[in-house]
């Protein structure tokens, strides 16, 4: 179980102290998913990065299982289990995708290659032995993130928009493995998205705005609602039934 009590994070900027967190209090339990949405700068990927410990906290406390983890940091973290996939992977020039798989997986884990790739829609024979490097797409960077989270035994695994830069079939297929690796392991999920076929996996729907969470609510709930309020954002709704992966509100 995952727990935040009061959780802030205020961060240094130009014109001085910015909160960019404040009072965030969440229990997650394990073997559930749990979508984080919100409007663009509201504050997803910050509480995504404040669990990680990329960002530090200021406030409140994290507990991973009864354990205190607020002062831990980010490769403590890992160790605990914890593991993240970024909105925008890094490369790694000279490091080829099976080694990047393997460190992630770790020395006493056997890694499939094949299940792995072919689960965020990569063929094993084209990239095992490619380097992580400037001739990789974005997209492809993505998905090979993705499979190194999945490649890892983790307590929480968090994903931060999954579905950009990865085409619709690619896209089913990363569901598909989101719903197994929920039917198969005790780990929480936490995926940041706007898509509705990502909502339709959660257990619970987080609506994160102004740096806090504004609601949490049923997948059902949320997507009702989105469907009936008069002031949702048109272009959203009507992406999200067409299926766009990378559907944008620019309420």
């Known amino acids: 179980m995952l727990k935040l009590s009061g959780v802030g994070v205020t961060a240094e900027g130009e014109n001085g102290s910015v909160r960019i967190l404040r009072d ?19 504050g997803k990927s910050s ?27 980010i490769t403590e973290r890992a160790q605990l289990g ?29 890694v499939d290659h094949c ?21 990789m797409s974005g997209g492809e960077l993505k998905r ?27 896209f089913q297929r990363l569901t ?14 936490i995926i940041i998205s706007h898509q509705e076929r990502i909502l339709r996996l959660a257990d619970e729907v987080i609506l994160v705005s102004n740096g806090t969470v504004s609601e949490i609510t049923t997948q059902e709930k949320f997507l009702g609602t989105l469907s009936d309020d008069e002031s949702a954002c048109r272009c959203r709704v009507a992406c999200i039934r067409e299926d766009a992966v990378d559907a944008g509100c620019n309420r």
């Open 24 to 42: 965030i209090s969440l229990t997650l339990e394990n073997k559930k998913i749990y979508v984080m949405t919100g409007p663009n700068g509201g």
């Open 47 to 73: 509480l995504a990065k404040a669990i990680m410990g990329i960002y530090q906290t200021t406030e409140g406390n994290i507990t991973l299982d009864g354990t205190d983890i607020t002062d831990l940091s």
């Open 82 to 110: 914890i593991g993240y996939a970024f909105q925008s992977p890094a490369r790694f020039k000279g490091l080829k995708v099976k080694d990047f798989m393997k460190l992630a997986a770790g020395k006493s884990s056997k």
């Open 115 to 135: 299940s792995l790739l072919y689960d965020v829609g990569l063929c094993a024979q084209d990239y095992v032995n490619r380097e992580i490097n400037a001739s």
């Open 144 to 170: 090979i993130e993705i499979a190194s989270i999945l490649a890892r035994s983790l307590k929480v695994a968090l994903f931060d928009e999954p579905e950009a830069g990865i085409d619709l079939w690619s």
């Open 176 to 189: 598909d493995t989101f719903r197994a690796l929920n039917e198969k392991s005790d780990a929480t999920i």
